[in-house]
């Protein structure tokens, strides 16, 4: 099924240790983006990817970064990672800027 | 400020009512307006999307923009007790690179 897959589905993780979330897509999107979504502050954007080879900083960016070497991946690290990281991690997609978005089914990452 | 702002609820309906879901941005030059339905546990997946000022039709669902008062909406007929999920809002700003941003969700109960 076409799509975007995300790994792990959670994971625990101690402080500062270093943590890449992986993220696939196979519908060829041009686009790529990180959110983080957090009760009562909603989805908020980490990094964003318009073509491979280019990446942006989103609202939120400090503490992790992102490469983009090809379409279809785009990880999440977290170099030494915060128990203010904590949080549900989504992945998306969209064919090209201003489209909509395609979401990966989240990681739960818990920083202790 | 948020960017992008809505009213939390709950917001509670009878099954068959009219439910009106509101949305506010901020002063800036948007592009694009989405939303999405989340259901607990879930990943956000798109309802409607509209790009112009007016009405946007699909089915049970309406959306609404006014971009002179920064607003849009979400109306939802004959409601099911299928619906009740959180609903976000996302604005795509002009000049921001690609960067979309989501406001805080208004979840919705449908009482059978």
């Known amino acids: 099924i076409a799509g975007i897959t995300q790994a792990p589905t959670s994971q625990i993780l101690a402080a500062g240790r270093r943590m890449t979330l992986r993220c696939t897509q196979d519908m060829r999107h041009n686009a790529m983006y990180w959110y983080r979504q957090d009760l009562g502050l909603g989805l908020r954007l980490i990094h964003y990817s318009n073509t491979a080879g280019t990446t942006g900083k989103g609202e939120v960016p400090d503490g992790y970064s992102v490469s983009r070497a090809n379409t279809d991946d785009f990880p999440l690290t977290l170099a030494s990672a915060v128990p203010s990281q904590t949080s549900v991690y989504f992945c998306?997609?969209?064919?090209?800027?201003?489209?909509?978005?395609?979401f990966g089914s989240g990681t739960q990452l818990s920083v202790l | 400020q948020k960017e992008v702002e809505q009213n939390s609820g709950p917001l509670s309906v009878p099954e068959g009512a009219i439910a009106s879901l509101n949305c506010t941005y901020s002063?800036?030059?948007?592009?694009?307006f989405f939303w999405y339905r989340q259901y607990s546990g879930k990943s956000p997946e798109l309802i409607m999307s509209?790009?112009?000022?007016g009405d946007k039709e699909d089915g049970r669902f309406t959306a609404q923009l006014n971009k002179a008062s920064q607003y849009v909406s979400l109306l939802i007929r004959d409601s099911q007790p299928s619906d009740s999920a959180t609903y976000l809002c996302a604005v795509n700003f002009a000049f921001t690179g690609n960067q979309f941003y989501f406001g805080t969700g208004t979840s919705l109960t449908v009482i059978p």
């Open positions: 509209i790009y112009s000022n």
């Open positions: 998306a997609s969209s064919r090209a800027e201003n489209e909509k978005l395609f």
């Open positions: 002063d800036r030059v948007s592009q694009s």
